[in-house]
């Protein structure tokens, strides 16, 4: 699977990741009103001074190493993310400062929130969030009377420093207060979704997913074509990944199991990274795929009798378009398979060995 690119990955912050490979640059702070001028879907980013905000996009959406986060100052002014990726996967990601008070005569919030789809709330849960419930309640409030379509989300964030009793009675108790309040101000009918998120574990990316799942009006369709797809195919498990940030836009009707999500990540991390060093040839063959940014036929088996595992290039007639994809063998008997579907999308499923074998050509 290889991603050339003939530009270096906007920022600093370029993490074992092909270059130039991500959305383009970020636009700096500009005219709040600048959203409005096309109908990509907008998610908004708010919460409290160091609540993980910006960590949290500078992880999801240009692979920052975790750590590096630390070293990040507040953000002071608004950061727009355009994240492109196929026709029903494009929207505007922003982030918010939090010493801005957008509902003053400064800004023009119904432009900033009226055609908003989804609010994404940080607290952060090692601290005493009573001030961020506060903030939480008055923006919720204010942003519902001018976009009652909008969906809100909590992201109960920096639960890796906390114990899974204290996760657990956190965010119960985060709900609690934060439904009660909407209640006595009488608003029964807004719904806020919660998530435990940290940036150092998968958490933060499937939150994201769930947020995003929302925006697509095709979810249905994918999730149905996903079903049959398995049904037919001995396959046990099927995402549709954006191999960029991670976020799966869609997966079949089955629980996610939060393992076999975290397996299907580390593999697009290996064939990206295997990718970078071997996918980028111009030479003669053995060809990998000379066209720009899309994925080259790589197979990394891992044999059940070895601890290494071996990577293998397999030579293919570029012009076969059915041959980008990837494939992993793991140690148990499971069958991890990407393939292709666009430049940024890739099916991702998890299958019995058994069943791979018996696979159509």
Sequence with gaps: MAYNSDNDI???????????????PEEG???????????????????LRRSGKTSIQKVVFHKVSPNETLFLESTNKIVKEDVTNCQFFVYHVWDL????????????????????????????????????????????TRVYKMNP?????????????????????????????????????????????????SIYDHSIFEAF??????????????ENL?????????????????????????????????QSYELC??????????SSIYGGFDSEPPVYEPRHNRISPLSFDSDSDSDDGEIIPERVN???SNQRLAVIKLNNGTVMYLREVTKLLALVCILREDSFEKRGR
């Design 10 to 24: 906007a920022g600093q912050y370029s993490v074992s990741f092909p270059q130039g490979f991500d959305y383009g």
């Design 209 to 222: 997913s769930k947020v995003v799942q929302k925006l697509i009006p095709q979810l249905p369709t994918l």
């Design 97 to 140: 400062p939090a010493h801005l008070d957008y509902f003053d005569s400064t800004f023009d919030p119904e432009l900033i929130f009226g055609g908003c789809g989804a609010l994404i709330f940080v607290i952060d849960s090692q601290d005493d969030y009573m001030d961020a419930l506060s903030k939480l309640h008055f923006v919720v």
């Design 318 to 320: 570029p012009a076969d």
């Design 265 to 274: 990540c580390d593999m697009i991390d290996v064939v990206l990274d295997v």
């Design 149 to 197: 379509k909008i969906k809100f989300e909590v992201f109960i964030h920096k639960v890796d420093g906390l114990s899974d009793d204290h996760k657990i009675d956190a965010q119960r108790d985060i709900n609690q207060r934060a439904t009660e309040d909407l209640a006595d101000a009488g608003l029964d009918n807004v719904h806020l979704s919660f998530y435990l998120t």
């Design 29 to 47: 702070e500009g005219d709040p009103a600048g959203g409005a001028q096309d109908q990509k879907p907008k998610i908004l980013v708010m919460g």
């Design 226 to 258: 996903l079903d049959i797809f398995i049904s037919n195919s001995g396959i046990e498990k099927a995402f549709l990944f954006d191999v960029v940030s991670k976020i799966y836009i869609a997966t079949d009707s089955s629980p996610v199991d939060m």
